[in-house]
């Protein structure tokens, strides 16, 4: 039972570039979410998903798509990357009902 | 909108004392209140939760209050060890979404 994983660990991207990070559960948890955590400030909700199939938005959306085709994944894509979204990205879950979440350990992103 | 914040940023004190550290909101509607902890290049770890009806969580040397008429939750640690030196972070629940509005999060750091 691995929890939550998330690759890569690091990213270096140029301005304009895409990229894709991966978040994957082995819980068969329904809940998860993305955030970013930038320097003195707490973490932000940029997408979440209750299900399969189901996404939406949160406080920080612009610039990312996400997409939950099963259970286990949920990437985050970034479509044109840019300096603001240098940041440390944490995927998190929740079983139904659950009361704590769980999170990965973290991808942390540099744009330049 | 909700907002929650956490003061001080940082903090250092000799191993052995007691310590507490706050987290104040302003919406008192919330669903839950949750304490984190986060060692450096780690995900979050649940320490603590409190439900909007409860007035106190108690786990080992940890005791999260939770004072809705004020919007203030405290996390008390007793007897602080170096192995306690982490950032904890508080966040707010409006509702069962697993929706999450995080403080900025207070750095500790317990001496030997």
């Known amino acids: 039972n691995a929890g939550v994983t998330q690759t890569p660990k690091f990213q270096v991207l140029k301005t304009g570039q895409s990229m894709t990070l991966q978040c994957a559960q082995d819980?068969?948890?329904?809940?998860m979410s993305w955030y970013r955590q930038d320097p003195g400030m707490g973490l932000r909700l940029i997408h979440y998903?209750?299900?399969?199939?189901?996404?939406d938005q949160g406080e920080v959306p612009n610039g990312y798509n996400v997409s939950r085709s099963t259970t286990e994944d949920f990437p985050l894509r970034l479509l044109s990357a840019a300096p603001s979204q240098t940041s440390v990205y944490f995927c998190?879950?929740?079983?139904?009902?659950?009361?704590?979440?769980?999170f990965g350990p973290g991808t942390r992103l540099t744009v330049t | 909108k909700q907002e929650v914040t956490q003061i001080p940023a940082a903090l250092s004190v000799p191993e052995g004392e007691n310590l507490v550290l706050n987290c104040s909101f302003t919406?008192?509607?919330?669903?839950?209140l949750q304490w984190f902890r986060q060692d450096p290049g780690k995900g979050l770890t649940s320490l603590l939760l409190?439900?909007?009806?409860?007035r106190e969580q108690t786990s080992g040397r940890l005791n999260a209050s939770l004072d809705k008429s004020s919007g203030r939750s405290t996390l008390y640690i007793a007897a602080s060890q170096p192995g306690d030196s982490a950032t904890y972070l508080c966040?707010?629940?409006?509702?069962?979404?697993?929706?999450?509005?995080f403080g900025s999060g207070t750095r500790l750091l317990v001496r030997p």
């Open positions: 819980m068969n948890h329904e809940y």
């Open positions: 998903s209750v299900g399969a199939g189901i996404t």
């Open positions: 409190i439900q909007s009806s409860q």
């Open positions: 966040a707010s629940r409006m509702d069962s979404s697993y929706k999450l509005i």
């Open positions: 998190a879950t929740w079983g139904q009902g659950g009361r704590h979440g769980y």
């Open positions: 919406d008192s509607a919330i669903y839950n």
